[in-house]
Nanobody, 116 residues
Framework: EVQLVESGGGLVRPGGSLRLSCAASGFTFGSYDMSWVRQAPGKGPEWVSAINSGGGSTYYAASVKGRFTISRDNAKNTLYLQMTSLKPEDTAVYYC?????????WGKGTLVTVSS
């Protein structure tokens, strides 16, 4: 059974930093591209970032480029999102996503609140 479990969210002041983690199990993590998607209160989902299976290629939404860094540790089956210079508009539930066998899998998400 594919499982994705996000952690690391919380309340942070504008300009602060957080690192999100996504622990993956039930599939060969190192063989699949991974992504982060967020959903702000009252808004639709927004793709944030993606990384290829080997970790050598990364992609970012314009809204987070230069502030967020996606990475992965295939030995630990874990995906990360380092977030810096956080803004109130980054407030959202952050989900990690895997496309495995034509099925999108999602975790339950972790809430990031950026507020003074």
């Amino acid at each position: 059974e594919v499982q994705l479990v996000e952690s690391g969210g919380g309340l942070v002041r504008p300009g602060g930093s957080l690192r999100l983690s996504c622990a993956a199990s039930g599939f060969t993590f190192g063989s699949y591209d991974m992504s982060w998607v967020r959903q702000a209160p009252g808004k639709g989902p927004e793709w944030v970032s993606a990384i290829n299976s080997g970790g050598g290629s990364t992609y970012y939404a314009a809204s987070v480029k230069g502030r967020f860094t996606i990475s992965r540790d295939n030995a630990k089956n874990t995906l990360y999102l380092q977030m810096t210079s956080l803004k109130p508009e980054d407030t959202a539930v952050y989900y990690c996503n895997a496309l495995v066998g034509y099925i999108h899998y999602w975790g339950k998400g972790t809430l990031v609140t950026v507020s003074s």
